[in-house]
């Protein structure tokens, strides 16, 4: 059934009319900034869950904008999937947003900062409540172009260059879904995402054009889920102030183009075309090789947020892989791991930053014994990283699970291996971090007060408290979550 | 087993969680209540044993208790006491009260032991839920719950040889931890359950499931320090505060041992077992680890060193008993758990006190040391006789019954080594006692001050000595009764 509900168009319009009252005020105004920012990504919030229990009954909402040409328009379809991207991201833009607060307490820029922060938000939804390739894409677009200016905030050399990078990937990118806009459309007549996909009926004459587009598409969608080797932009990326690494590249954009993917895989494509036309196991292998690779690359680094990037490579992978089996358990465990992997690694995330923060520190080397000044933090971290690796019951484990279940049980090992593999890689580059902070003698001591500002430390720990509470209590939360949207892929 | 045989009842979940609480409860008293600190410390543990005591009785009634939330997809996490539970559970909840007095007289100066007290009351938590658990995914939370917090009592001293031998430790967890995770899908995915109680779950042979039989071996096996896994345990045991060893000695071990039980009992079942014959790795493991801990243990001047080497060897008798795949020899090996838990234990506790009094850890520096604290040492060679296994301390028992099952099921031979690592064992504890009270011949040498009166640290000394021998004079071997009943679970 489908019904017109206006929370999607408040999700979208209110980061809009927030970010302008940012820039309206005076720069001087932090209170009266943080308190829109705020308000208005709550808002979003508040909309986004008030749908939730609508698509969970099964039903779609559907918001028609406007249509340029026949089959050509502005158009949202909210369905489980989309809901699933959607709730990620306005949750957690909220920790980020009251985090934010405290990080930029002392940077320049503030009110620049926060207009781009907020409308990211917007962006976001908009990616998420998409009902056609089209709107996808416009919102993808719009996406990379309200986050360029967070990438590049500090203003040095290195961030310009970083930025140049970042946004030329993600306009390339975006070029490679325009083309394949234009294919589709010319075949199918229509670029609506439908729950068994729309490019069946059209298979049988184009299978060739039709492989095309899927390597158009992944490369398109790819770049931003940093499949190698189009990955680069995203440890260069790095340089951000860190709630926009951890928000943006933890979970907005890096999520975004996996959920374009999985958009490409069962709303486009659908699963049994997927199988029929056997690509996906070229994918495997490349999303397999990134995996692999991203964790080796991932021990190699010496600066914590460029390690915390290359572990996103190696778990974004994870994602597409589960997804790729086009087997129940391993589709719901690369669609849990879009839940999980955002929880922990923002968590992640939000402790580098907090070190930075209070400390100015950013190499690994130097974080020895900070477990004694930061032991809250620290804890946090751990949880975190201990997480990733898929130690119970913290959330990772439901995805990891998931994905070995789905991988042995569907008959192809070689993707249970991969993962096997990379958590004992995981468990090689966190270890020594959490050792080093609590185990080692270094320069810290145990200070008066707070160990960072409660702006900053409130988020992480409840944060790493809903990675546990996520991980003990999953069949009440993210497994039934994602069984609806399963429902609509077999 | 069907749901209407089981008596539902919460205990086994307030079992853990106690001790849980009293980490909590033990930071806050440090924070505003300071006075409270000892108090909620043995709390945590005392209320555990009295539990235990109380589940006892419930149990003698009612038979297998059993207890499931449905939380921790995809098994949810289940308690379930049956008699191997039971007698585990009575085991590490005594051993854990006796432990955490003396770790009270250890750390005296409250500072020092503060972080202390929060690990080994989160660590006896989760051995305390291995034993009890009712799934394997159940066991596996907690045993990788409890080896995570193993790692800073083995650092916690922070010199250089300590951290360097809790990241050895902490690695080999981790590989323990994916290999286990590994196994335990399998075994879910294979059979739809990990639920103890049913006698065997796998039906069918294929290298998937052999895979998953040798992960459990390497994940168990690193924790009870099976050849050739056991090479973090030394280097822990010589640098880790004494509490720490006697902890992972006496109760953490022995997880694994539970764990290894539970595999091949509860989860591929005896004739799967027997029909495939993967046994006999464990058993050849096992045979090398009798001698090769030995012969190693004789080489080791550091005290706790020589200690860890001989729980090599001691792990290898209880894993001989359980891979003969007889009753007997299960009586014997699950006997031998409770014989070396006191026997070890006291020898652990005995190294501690030497070392805190002293700062002594090296065998040769020790000689006359018995002149200096005689009831000590009487405890140590009580012990050391014990471990040699002359009738009628304990491991005389576990032996009698190891060799009788190696009889039955036609390996005689079994009793020559059995015999040879007695007395091996014999050669390297012997002369420790001998020195200490013998080897000082000019008495001058030894510091005649006296030493203050310590009751933390001597009593739970003395009980484990006691418990040496005291059940095989005793009217009734309580232990070997119950040991006979977990054997007749599986047999």
């Not at chain 1, 390339?172 to 879904?177: E, I």
């Amino acid at each position: 059934m489908n019904m017109a509900l206006p929370q999607p168009l408040i999700a979208v319009i209110t980061p809009i009319i927030g970010a302008i009252i940012i820039r309206v005020l005076d720069e001087s105004e932090a209170a009266k900034r943080h308190l829109v920012a705020v308000v208005s990504v709550s808002v979003v919030f508040i909309s986004v869950l008030s749908m939730l229990p609508t698509v969970l009954a099964g039903e779609v909402i559907k918001v028609n904008l406007f249509s340029f040409l026949e089959g050509l328009g502005l158009f949202f379809n909210i369905d489980p999937l989309g809901m699933v991207f959607g709730l990620v991201s306005s949750t957690l833009w909220v920790f980020a947003t009251v985090y934010s607060i405290g990080y930029m307490k002392h940077e320049h820029g503030q009110r620049g900062y926060f207009v781009f922060f907020v409308l990211s938000c917007s962006a976001a939804m908009g990616v998420a409540f998409a009902g056609n390739l089209f709107t996808l894409y416009i919102f993808y677009e719009y996406l990379a172009i309200c986050t360029y200016p967070l990438v590049v905030h500090a203003g040095t050399e290195e961030s310009v260059k970083a930025g140049i990078k970042y946004i030329s990937y993600s306009l390339a990118g975006g070029a490679l879904v325009f083309l394949s806009i234009f294919i589709i459309h010319d075949l199918v007549g229509t670029l609506d995402f439908m729950p068994g996909g729309i490019l069946n009926s059209v298979a049988a004459d184009h299978s060739t054009l039709i492989k095309v587009v899927f390597v158009l598409l992944i490369a398109g969608f790819g770049t931003k889920a940093a499949i190698m080797p189009l990955h680069s932009w995203l440890p260069g990326a790095m340089v951000a102030p860190t709630p926009v690494s951890a928000l943006l590249h933890a979970v907005a954009i890096v999520k975004a183009g996996v959920f374009g993917i999985s958009r490409v895989f069962f709303s486009l494509y659908g699963r049994e075309l997927l199988a029929e036309l056997n690509v996906t196991i070229i994918l495997a292998i490349v999303i397999s090789f990134t995996i692999i690779v991203g964790s080796l690359m991932a021990i190699k680094q010496t600066v914590l947020k460029l390690r915390l990037a290359y572990s996103t490579i190696g778990q974004l992978g994870y994602i597409t892989l589960g997804m790729l089996m086009l087997y129940p358990t391993g589709v719901l465990g690369g669609l849990v791991h879009i839940i999980n992997h955002a929880v922990l690694k923002i968590t992640l995330f939000f402790c580098a930053g907090m070190i930075i923060t209070v400390t100015g520190k950013k190499n690994l080397d130097q974080l020895r014994g900070i477990g004694k000044q930061m032991p809250l933090t620290m804890l946090a971290f751990a949880v975190g990283a201990l997480g990733l690796m898929g130690v119970t019951p913290i959330c990772g484990y439901i995805s990891k699970y998931h994905l070995l279940a789905g991988g042995i049980a569907s008959g192809n090992q070689a993707y249970a291996y991969v993962i096997m593999t990379s958590s004992l890689l995981n468990a090689i580059y966190y270890l020594p971090i959490i050792v080093n902070a609590f185990f080692r003698e270094g320069n810290f001591k145990k200070q008066a007060g707070p160990e960072a500002p409660l702006t900053m430390l409130v988020p992480t720990v409840a944060l790493a408290v809903m990675a546990i509470l996520f991980g003990l209590f999953a069949n009440y939360t993210t497994i039934p979550f994602i069984e609806t949207v399963l429902k609509t892929i077999f | 087993m069907p749901q209407a045989d089981l008596t539902i009842s919460i205990i086994p979940a307030l079992i853990v969680l106690s001790p849980l609480l009293g980490a909590g409860l033990t930071f806050l008293a440090d924070r505003y209540q300071s006075r409270l600190r000892n108090a909620t410390v043995i709390a945590g543990v005392l209320i555990p044993l009295l539990m235990t005591a109380y589940m006892y009785m419930v149990f003698q009634h009612q038979g297998v208790l059993y207890f499931k939330l449905n939380i921790l997809p995809p098994t949810g996490l289940e308690f379930r006491v049956d008699s191997l539970s039971m007698y585990m559970t009575l085991l590490f909840t005594f051993f854990a009260l006796v432990i955490t007095v003396y770790t009270l007289g250890y750390y005296r100066d409250k500072e020092d032991g503060k972080v202390f007290f929060y690990i080994l009351l989160l660590a006896l938590g989760g051995c305390f839920g291995v034993v009890l658990s009712g799934n394997m995914f159940t066991f596996f939370l907690f045993f990788e719950f409890m080896s995570l917090m193993f790692f800073p009592m083995v650092a916690y001293k922070s010199t250089p040889e300590s951290s360097a031998a809790g990241l050895k430790f902490f690695y080999m967890t981790i590989i323990a931890g994916v290999a286990m995770f590994w196994a335990v899908v399998v075994t879910y995915l294979d059979t739809g359950s990990t639920s103890f109680g049913a006698g065997g779950l796998f039906t069918s042979v294929s290298p998937l499931i052999f895979s998953a039989f040798i992960c459990y071996l390497i994940a168990l096996g690193i924790k009870s320090a099976m050849i050739p896994l056991h090479i973090w345990m030394a280097d822990a045991y010589a640098a880790a505060p004494t509490p720490a060893a006697t902890v992972s000695s006496a109760i953490m071990l022995k997880t694994g041992i539970v764990g290894i039980i539970r595999v091949i009992h509860d989860l591929y079942g005896l004739s799967y077992i027997q029909d495939v014959g993967w046994n006999n790795i464990l058993l050849v493991l096992a045979i090398i680890g009798m001698l090769y801990g030995s012969v190693c243990a004789f080489a080791q001047d550091d005290l706790n060193r020589r200690l860890a080497y001989s729980g090599v060897a001691q792990i290898g008798y209880i894993l001989l008993g359980i891979s003969l795949l007889n009753e007997l020899a299960l009586v014997g090996a699950v006997y031998h758990i409770m014989a070396h838990a006191f026997m070890k234990g006291s020898l652990f506790l005995c190294a501690g006190v030497i070392y805190v009094n002293t700062g002594k850890t090296k065998i040769s520096e020790m000689q006359g040391i018995g002149l200096q604290m005689p009831i000590i040492m009487l405890c140590f060679t009580i012990a050391a006789v014990s471990s040699v296994g002359i009738p009628p301390l304990n491991l005389f028992v576990s032996k009698w019954h190891l060799g009788l099952g190696a009889f039955e099921v036609g390996m005689p031979w079994v009793i020559a080594v059995l015999i040879t690592s007695s007395l091996l064992n014999a050669s390297y504890y012997f002369p420790i006692s001998i020195n200490a009270f013998l080897g000082c011949r000019e008495l001058k040498n030894i510091e005649r001050k006296r030493l203050r009166f310590q009751p933390l640290r001597i009593i739970p000394v003395i009980i484990l000595a006691l418990g040496a021998f005291i059940f095989t004079i005793a009217p009734f071997n309580w232990p070997l009764d119950l040991a006979r009943n977990v054997a007749q679970l599986f047999f």
